[in-house]
Antibody, heavy 118, light 111 residues
Framework: EVQLVESGGGLVQPGGSLRLSCAAS????????MSWVRQAPGKGLEWVAN????????YYVDSVKGRFTISRDNAKNSLYLQMNSLRAEDTAVYYCARGDTVTTYDYWGQGTLVTVSS | QSVLTQPPSVSAAPGQKVTISCSGSSSNIGNNYVSWYQQLPGTAPKLLIYDNNKRPSGIPDRFSGSKSGTSATLGITGLQTGDEADYYC????????????FGGGTKLTVL
């Protein structure tokens, strides 16, 4: 059974940092694109970043470029999102999602809430 | 303002059919596959349709997808109260700022 379990969310002050993790199991992690997608309270889905199977390609939404870094450790079946210089508008539930291709997210984690507030 | 445009809400009676549109451009829908997701209240999104019109295993054939040019459509027949949810279209945008894109979401109400 495919499982994606996010962790690392919490309350952080504006300008602070947080590192999200996603533990994957039930599939060959190194064979899939992986993505982070977020959802602000009461709002729609927003794609944040993705990373190719071997980590050689990474893409980010413009609003997080230079502040967020996506990475993966295929030996540990884990995906990460390092978030720096956090802003109030980064407040959201962050989902980890598996992608067979860049256009499809076939499995999602349960999400972890990040709240940026003083 | 989402890159892909969806109607904010649609509604229909149980047993009826509904369609949800998703409009984009040549840099996204026009040149990439479209997927659709269902998000029930308080839960993570779930893949309904991928590659424009394919259903993952376990998704009933009441759900269908199509694409024409720079627009895509999700169809749901035989509506059930359990279909009440938010529905999102998604794809890849191949412009200079390449990345994933979603529609703003459509709230389906089964009257």
């Amino acid at each position: 059974e495919v499982q994606l379990v996010e962790s690392g969310g919490g309350l952080v002050q504006p300008g602070g940092s947080l590192r999200l993790s996603c533990a994957a199991s039930g599939f060959t992690f190194s064979s899939y694109w992986m993505s982070w997608v977020r959802q602000a309270p009461g709002k729609g889905l927003e794609w944040v970043a993705n990373i190719k199977q071997d980590g050689s390609e990474k893409y980010y939404v413009d609003s997080v470029k230079g502040r967020f870094t996506i990475s993966r450790d295929n030996a540990k079946n884990s995906l990460y999102l390092q978030m720096n210089s956090l802003r109030a508008e980064d407040t959201a539930v962050y989902y980890c999602a598996r992608g067979d291709t860049v256009t499809t997210y076939d499995y999602w984690g349960q999400g972890t809430l990040v709240t940026v507030s003083s | 303002q989402s890159v892909l445009t969806q109607p904010p809400s649609v509604s229909a009676a149980p047993g009826q059919k509904v369609t949800i549109s998703c409009s984009g451009s040549s840099s996204n829908i026009g040149n990439n596959y479209v997927s659709w997701y269902q998000q029930l209240p308080g839960t993570a999104p779930k893949l309904l349709i991928y590659d424009n019109n394919k259903r993952p295993s376990g998704i009933p054939d009441r759900f269908s997808g199509s694409k024409s040019g720079t627009s895509a459509t999700l169809g749901i027949t035989g509506l059930q109260t359990g279909d009440e949810a938010d529905y999102y279209c998604g794809t890849w945008d191949s412009s200079l700022s390449a990345g994933g894109v979603f529609g703003g979401g459509t709230k389906l109400t089964v009257l």
